[in-house]
């Protein structure tokens, strides 16, 4: 049994090692998913719509009958005398027993309390916000995860450029060793061409660290475990030439305006609140109870129960308070403008970044374009330059400036793809469909 036992833990050893370095390709889809059910903020902001349920809940509480009971039992070790004088005679009476004991059971129920009725439609408009708050913190999170995700993408596109280099100049590293070991080259250029090798491996090792911290930045940003290894498919970078002329966006579908208009709705009911603090209240109590007194324990021994009961209503009625509420009302008063101006202020800022987003989207398709061009030349330049290089007609200064020339070129493509998803994500968030980034 002992060695079985330490089989089984040995294989599930080996298991969850391989399970914790497990590599996963990984989509922009599938990132967003995963940010979406794994990180903290959404985990949070679920929890928040869940905890706005219980918060009616309370507040509801408060319009259901109230009960209360209560009891005591007290033995009195020295009893009170109390001097009476009776025909010019003091008598000395004890006052009490030595064992009493009480039971009660109380009702309150409100028919009237507007500050109440108030706190219900708070109670409901919290829950609503909280859901509309959730709907925001998953798209903060979606563009978050977008911009690292591409983040990640453009420096892999950035290694696979230096990469690519690094094997054409190698390839003229060791045509050029063979003419040097042949006597028909010159040594200097081997040199030079080793030079270029090793500056180009250092650039190399720069990019592989930064593609390292970027793709834990990655994990950290849809919550996955650091050890994991991910694998960005190579389609990523797709082109929509159409958004440039997408047609305008609603403002009042964004959630950060949806957001400050149901905190100013909140902020209004607040105010509401305050005011109910003018009307009266009313409220329909009960209580039934007994008090019992004895010379032994209640139970068992010499001890009598007298009942009680009453019914009644309760009601209070404001009168003065020296102006409080008065100053409350108006200290709302100040924070509701106070929201109205922030919800002014973001709707010019989304309108700002917006305009920029479709300026950005238009520039970029203009730059990718160039750009992409551009790589085309570069290549034909080098390939060029290579075949004239074997043939005596060019030197290695311009074999290497053209190959190097050729890899700024696709660098310089591959910032333009970047700039242009990351306006896409900003333009796609100012249409209100960031989700869409999700489901396609």
């Known amino acids: 049994m002992k060695r079985i036992n330490i089989i089984t833990l040995f294989m599930a050893g080996i298991f969850s090692s391989s399970m914790l370095h497990a590599q996963e390709t990984l989509t922009l889809q599938e990132a967003v998913q995963f940010a979406l059910e794994n990180k903290a903020e959404a985990k949070k902001s679920r929890l928040d719509v869940e905890n706005a349920q219980y918060q009616i809940d309370e507040v509801r509480a408060g319009a259901l009958p109230q009960i209360n009971g209560s009891a005591s039992l007290k033995y009195n070790a020295i009893i009170p005398s109390m001097p009476i004088d009776m ?56 563009e978050k995860v977008a911009n690292s995700y591409y983040d990640v993408y453009t420096t892999q596109l950035q290694l696979q450029t230096i990469e690519d280099n690094l094997n054409s100049t190698t390839k003229t590293r060791d045509v050029i060793s063979g003419l040097v070991t042949a006597g028909l080259g010159r040594k200097i250029d081997l040199d030079r061409t080793n030079v270029a090798i090793n500056n180009l491996q250092a650039n190399r090792q720069i990019i592989v660290n930064a593609l390292e911290l ?28 159409s958004l440039a002329s997408a047609a305008g966006y609603d403002l009042a579908a964004r959630s950060e305006i949806k957001v400050l208009e149901k905190q100013n709705e909140l902020l209004e009911l607040n105010r509401e609140s305050m005011k109910a603090d003018y009307y009266p209240r009313l409220s329909f109590g009960g209580d039934l109870g007994y008090q019992g ?46 929201a109205q101006v922030d919800l002014e202020d973001t709707k010019l800022a989304l309108n700002l970044a917006n305009e920029n987003a479709r300026a950005q989207i238009k520039n970029s398709l203009l730059t990718v374009d160039q750009n992409r061009r551009n790589v085309q ?45 990351v306006a896409e994500v900003q333009l796609i968030k100012a249409n209100g469909n960031l989700k869409s980034l999700v489901n396609e």
């Open 214 to 241: 970027k793709e834990n930045a990655l994990k950290f940003a849809i919550g996955m475990p650091m050890e994991t290894d991910i694998v960005l498919p190579n389609e990523t970078f797709a082109i929509d030439a």
């Open 87 to 142: 025909n010019g005679q003091t008598t000395y009476l004890k006052m009490g027993q030595p064992w009493n004991s009480t039971a009660a059971l109380s009702v309150n129920q409100q028919i009237f309390n507007q500050s109440l009725f108030t706190g219900l439609k708070a109670a409901r408009t919290t829950r609503e916000f909280y859901a509309i708050n959730h709907q925001l913190t998953e798209e903060q999170l979606i």
């Open 293 to 338: 007194f004895g010379q032994g324990f209640p139970v068992g021994g010499n001890f009598n129960w007298f009942g009680s009961s009453g019914l009644g209503l309760n009601l209070s009625i404001p009168i003065f308070n020296g102006g409080a509420t008065k100053a409350k009302i108006n200290q709302a008063t100040i924070k509701i403008k106070q």
């Open 377 to 421: 030349l570069a290549k034909e330049v080098m390939d060029d330059t290579q075949n004239n290089y074997r043939n005596g007609l060019a030197t290695l200064t311009e074999l290497l400036d053209a190959e190097n020339a050729y890899a700024d070129a696709q660098n310089n493509l591959n910032t333009s793809l970047l700039n242009y998803k």
